[in-house]
């Protein structure tokens, strides 16, 4: 089991950028993957990019271009850099970890929310036009 305490939500205007971060309690062995979804009022919850132990990445076609995943594993910390946001973006922004299965790998795909074992509380992000 593992902690996970997002921050960096907000308010801004469109264009405008954000950065979240998802900090999470325990070794770097329990978030080998690692993801970001977001939930808007009224739809189901959506990945929106993943990060594995090796470096690689994974985004929705929605927001590929704008935003970039990344990990600080000495901190133990997954950021996600949101730039040229959309009034669209506008959702609460949740982080996920798993500690993985065969060495570490993801057990299932990156942006499929039944990957993940643990789940942080969320973050607001709203995007004004």
């Known amino acids: 089991q593992v902690a996970l305490v997002e921050s960096g939500g907000g308010s801004v205007q469109a264009g405008g950028s954000l950065r979240l971060s998802c900090s999470a309690s325990?070794?770097?062995?329990?978030?080998?993957?690692m993801a970001w979804f977001r939930q808007a009022p009224g739809k189901e919850r959506e990945g929106v990019a993943a990060?594995?132990?090796?470096?690689?990445?994974n985004y929705a076609d929605s927001v590929k271009g704008r935003f970039t995943v990344s990990k600080d594993d000495f901190k133990n910390t997954l950021y996600l850099q949101m730039n040229s946001l959309k009034p669209e973006d506008t959702a609460m922004y949740y982080c996920?970890?798993?500690?993985?299965?065969?060495?570490?790998?993801?057990?299932?795909?990156?942006?499929?929310?039944?990957?993940?074992?643990?789940w942080g509380q969320g973050t607001q992000v709203t995007v004004s036009s």
């Open positions: 996920a970890a798993d500690p993985g299965g065969y060495r570490g790998y993801c057990r299932g795909a990156r942006l499929d929310q039944g990957t993940y074992r643990n």
């Open positions: 990060f594995e132990w090796d470096g690689s990445t």
């Open positions: 325990g070794y770097t062995s329990s978030t080998n993957c």
